[in-house]
């Protein structure tokens, strides 16, 4: 069974500064990851995903995430945080062998950008 | 990009009634779909797979007579809470499935039972 760690359960970074929010996954095979963002009482924003190819991805507002086989990692990033970035953040997986495509959700980083 | 629409955003009901929430995909058709649970401050949990034309697949633990699942068409999957109670208020999230390893997820649909 796949599973997915995000070991902050909050992160504080002052505005203007770089942001990172880890993820660490385990899955059978080769894997589907995913970055979420939630706001209060809405659903999920896709941010990003890593299939197969390049391990820095980039995706939307300007994050990133690398990611890192032999560290199963997904760290998300982002060069300088902005106040309304603050948020919910997930890191999903799903293998990419199984044929299985509900993803497995980390239990969410806040994160807080202070002015 | 894709949008998966729920209906209704939030629902107050007594306990022992039952609500149906929809799940609809606006701009694509998808086979298959998910449910997923969100209990405050935490994370979502699979509850079931809405596969189109044929029974849902619950995960360990969701009861499927309570949790009724229904995907009659390429576009809409119901989930119907029978009998519900307090214990059920919860944030209910869908997402369907679009071909190219893309999962959209619909804006929630917020659950208080009294």
């Known amino acids: 069974a796949q599973s997915v760690a995000q070991p902050e359960d909050q992160v504080n970074v002052a505005e203007g500064n770089p942001l990172t929010v880890k993820c660490t996954y385990s899955v059978s095979g080769n894997p589907y990851l995913f970055w979420y963002v939630q706001y209060p009482n809405r659903g999920l924003q896709f941010l990003l995903k890593y299939i197969t190819g390049d391990n820095l991805v980039k995706g939307s507002y300007g994050f990133e995430a690398e990611f890192n086989k032999s560290q199963t990692s997904f760290h998300l990033k982002k060069p300088s945080a902005l106040v309304s970035d603050s948020a919910l953040y997930f890191c999903?997986?799903?293998?990419?062998?199984?044929?299985?495509?509900?993803?497995?959700f980390g239990s969410g980083t806040r994160l807080q950008v202070q002015p | 990009g894709a949008v998966v629409s729920q209906h209704p955003s939030r629902v107050i009901c007594k306990s022992g009634t039952s609500v149906k929430i929809e799940c609809r995909s606006l701009?694509?058709?998808?086979?298959?779909m998910f449910w997923y649970r969100q209990f405050p401050k935490q994370s979502l949990m699979l509850m079931a797979t809405s596969n189109e034309g044929s029974k849902a697949t619950y995960e360990q633990g969701v009861e499927k007579d309570k949790f009724l699942i229904n995907h009659a068409s390429l576009t809409l999957s119901t989930l119907t809470v029978t009998s519900a109670h307090p214990e059920d208020s919860s944030f209910y999230i869908c997402s369907a499935w679009r071909s190219g390893n893309e999962q959209f997820f619909g804006p929630g649909t917020r659950l208080t039972v009294l």
């Open positions: 701009d694509f058709q998808a086979t298959t």
């Open positions: 999903a997986v799903s293998p990419q062998d199984t044929g299985r495509r509900a993803l497995t």
